[in-house]
């Protein structure tokens, strides 16, 4: 069972991204799921949450608004779509299977003019 990030890069500040988490060797939708950041010299830190399912999502007060958590059953997916992206937002983002305690690789956000 693996977790697989992708879509990060470098973007000007006020622009957009979207982050997918694939998952492989398991059904992703049984679990909750978050998102996480971590930026040089910061701890990892929690994004957003979305309820197994997807009935429910929880966000960080600082990305409120601005990024939505959500998922695809058919996919195996989940993602999380960034607007009005700030250059504070820079970091790795990784993804979480909550109960598997699983963890995908990262993939890195850069908001820079």
């Known amino acids: 069972a693996q977790l697989v990030e992708s879509g990060g890069g470098l973007v000007q500040p006020g622009g957009s991204l979207r982050l997918s988490c694939a998952a492989f060797?398991?059904?992703?939708?049984?679990?909750?799921v978050s998102w996480y950041r971590q930026a040089p010299g910061q701890d990892r830190a929690l994004v957003a949450v979305i309820s197994n399912f997807g009935g429910h999502t929880n966000y960080v007060e600082s990305v409120k608004g601005r990024f939505t958590i959500s998922r695809d059953k058919a996919k195996n997916t989940v993602y999380l779509q960034m607007n009005s992206l700030k250059p504070e937002d820079t970091a790795v983002y990784y993804c979480y299977a909550h109960t598997r305690d699983l963890w995908g690789q990262g993939t890195q956000v850069t908001v820079s003019s």
């Open positions: 060797g398991f059904t992703f939708s049984s679990y909750f």
